[in-house]
């Protein structure tokens, strides 16, 4: 099970992290930490689109070109949390947030398996 959450209400060029805690583990046995992980989000009347992703070890990311400078994923395989630092925010960042866990590598959303429950993110300018 993944839980995003951490989004709120932020002003134009300021700051969040997102967090996402995993628990559990899937029926054939495997663990948050065996899994990428990825962040995603959705505007509404958008569809969803990528945001950054991370190798299960933690060695690689890659992020989309709309948030490449301005945000970190990392993650802490010891205590089952991922985590999306966003910077210098723009209202165009105004969306829910997803964290997924995936067996494959990449930006794209059908990379990923299992998928939390959002949490929204608000810019205001």
């Known amino acids: 099970q993944l839980q995003a959450y951490g989004g709120g209400l932020v002003q134009s060029g300021g700051s969040l992290r997102l967090s996402c805690a995993a628990s559990g583990r899937t029926r054939s046995g495997r663990t948050f930490s065996t899994f990428h992980m990825g962040w995603f989000r959705q505007s509404p009347g958008k569809e969803r689109e990528s945001v950054a992703t991370?190798?299960?070890?933690?060695?690689?990311?890659d992020y989309a070109g709309s948030v490449k400078g301005r945000s970190t994923i990392f993650r802490d395989n010891a205590n089952n949390t991922a985590y999306l630092q966003m910077n210098t925010l723009k209202p165009e960042d105004t969306a829910v947030y997803y964290c997924?866990?995936?067996?494959?590598?990449?930006?794209?959303?059908?990379?990923?398996?299992?998928w939390g429950q959002g949490t929204l993110v608000t810019v205001s300018s």
């Open positions: 991370i190798t299960w070890s933690g060695s690689s990311t």
């Open positions: 997924a866990a995936g067996r494959s590598y990449g930006l794209g959303p059908d990379l990923y398996d299992y």
